[in-house]
Structure formats: C-alpha cells, structure tokens
C-alpha cells in the first residue's frame, strides 16, 4: 500500500528557506499516471495548493507563490522535495504532500495523503 | 486565484441529507468537469470522497455523492451519520492549477 511521509525542520526563522522531503514506500514514483504534489494548511485555515511535479521534473506552481517555490524529484530516492524562500509568519502551516492521480480517464484529484507535518515560522 | 466559494458551515441530524455548495468561475469549476471533495476530520490529513464532479473512490459510501451545474459543485450526503462530522473541502482543476475552496464545516445535531 502507498504510503508518503512529510520530513524536514518543525521551527524555521524568518527570511530563510523551508524546506520539506517526502519519502514515497510501497510504490514508485516514476509512475505514468500520477504527478507529486505539495499542499499547506495554516493553523484554524482552509487548503492552499503550492505545487505539483511529474517523475520527469514537470513543475506547476500556485501562481501566488511561484517566485518563492521550488519543487524537485529524486526518482533514486522515491522522494520528492518542497523549498519556500524567504519565508515569514504567514508561511506557518500543516505541509502536506500527497499523490495527485492524472489517468488518461480520470481528471486530477489528490488520493493519497501524507500526514502532515507542522512548520512553524518564529525566531 | 481566488479560491473557491464555499458555505462557511452546514448541518443536519443523523439519517438526514446536506448539500456543500463550491462556487468558481468558468475558468476552473465551470470550465472542466475535474472537481474534487476532500473529508478532514481534525487532526487529520484530508481524505479524498469524490473526484471528476460526481464518481466514488472506492471504499467511499455511495451515501456521498457529486454533481455540477455551471459554476457551482455541490456535495451531498445522505444518511447522515456522527462520523461524517468533519470539514470539507472542494478542489478544482484550473488549467494546470488546481483551487480550493475554504471549506466547510459539517455538524451532525
């Protein structure tokens, strides 16, 4: 069964740089049918799309916050990863990562997720 | 991107129906038929209910169901239970960016 897990720093100061893994068990990532995706949740708040990235290294990025983000693929290491410059307050947030399923039959929905991990932005 | 309009909380006693509005523009839930429903219950990670409008993942009750009309995506359930208790929240593709909408909280009376 496939599983992702969220890893990397809980506490982040300001200005500097976040940044997230997820670890992908029980599957492949370099799968034709599925691209990788990154979403956050601010504490108390909704759902806010970051990223997404196929095996090959095809990025699409949450325009709001294009200029800030990074998204990259090791296929060796079935692991993706998240990096968000020049973070503040506001970038404090749950990060998931999850599967984004993208059939030749079915349209994009995010079907399996990781559980989550706390990032909190202080000095 | 604005994210999608979404009622801020609904609710019903068990054995009853609710509906979840999503409301976009023709530029995402309007403009394709990829709108998703995601259930989270606190603490947890979001589980995905519905996908393409209206289909079930599998394991997903038929209780739960989809449809679109224009620019707005509803999401019903019927036969209430305790455990459906939850936030939700609807997702849209939007030409190569997906939307979501600020969720919903359901409470069961």
């Known amino acids: 069964q496939l599983q992702l897990q969220e890893s990397g720093p809980g506490l982040v100061k300001p200005s500097e740089t976040l940044s997230l893994t997820c670890t992908v068990s029980g599957g492949s990532i370099s799968s034709s049918s599925y691209y990788w995706g990154w979403i956050r949740q601010p504490p108390g708040k909704g759902l806010e799309w970051i990223g997404s990235?196929?095996?090959?290294?095809?990025?699409y990025y949450n325009p709001s916050l294009k200029s800030r983000v990074t998204i990259s693929v090791d296929t060796s290491k079935n692991q993706f990863s998240l990096k968000l410059s020049s973070v503040t307050a506001a970038d404090t947030a749950v990060y998931y990562c999850?599967?984004?399923?993208?059939?030749?039959?079915?349209?994009?929905?995010?079907?399996?997720w990781g559980q989550g991990t706390m990032v909190t932005v202080s000095s | 991107q604005s994210a999608l309009t979404q009622p801020r909380s609904v609710s019903g006693s068990p054995g009853q129906s609710v509906t979840i509005s999503c409301t976009g523009t023709?530029?995402?839930?309007?403009?394709?038929?990829?709108v998703s429903w995601y259930q989270q219950h606190p603490g947890k990670a979001p589980k995905l209910m519905i996908y393409d409008v209206s289909k079930r993942p599998s394991g997903v009750p038929d209780r739960f169901s989809g449809s679109k009309s224009g620019n707005t995506a509803s999401l019903t359930i019927s036969g209430l239970q305790a455990e459906d208790e939850a936030d939700y929240y609807c997702c849209s593709y939007a030409g190569s960016y997906k939307v979501f909408g600020g969720g919903t909280k359901l409470t069961v009376l």
């Open positions: 999850a599967r984004l399923q993208v059939g030749a039959t079915t349209g994009p929905a995010f079907d399996i």
């Open positions: 990235i196929y095996y090959s290294g095809s990025t």
């Open positions: 023709s530029s995402d839930v309007g403009g394709y038929n990829y």
